[in-house]
């Protein structure tokens, strides 16, 4: 379990290098759960007085170089999308189709 989460955490590293490159995606934190990567960014959202993390997407690892992307639903359930593959491909189908879903409110 130990070299699942130090290969998850090296991954966060490089998805949040990937993210910071683009403007759609710039300033969405990246957390590990489990074996998936949540990407959140800081809003403040009725009621809350203070920024608070509004998950956004979720790329889960489903081998060592394949990846799946899911979108959180308003009901706050994780949705699958049809989207599988590297890293960098599933960073480019967020950049690329699903800028209104990262951008900031």
């Given at each position: ?89 599933t960073v480019s189908t967020i950049q690329t189709f699903m800028q209104h879903l990262v951008a900031s409110y």
């Open positions: 379990m130990i070299a699942m989460n130090a290969r998850m955490e090296s991954t966060r590293v490089r998805l949040e290098k990937l993210l910071a490159g683009h403007p759609a995606t710039s300033g969405l934190s990246v957390r590990v759960y489990g074996s998936h990567l949540i990407l959140a960014r800081q809003e403040t959202l009725p009621p809350a007085t203070r920024p608070e993390d509004d998950d956004r997407v979720r790329i889960t690892q489903l081998s060592d170089r394949t990846y799946g992307l899911s979108v959180k639903r308003h009901t706050g359930r994780w949705e699958k999308t049809p989207f599988v593959g590297g890293l960098d491909e």
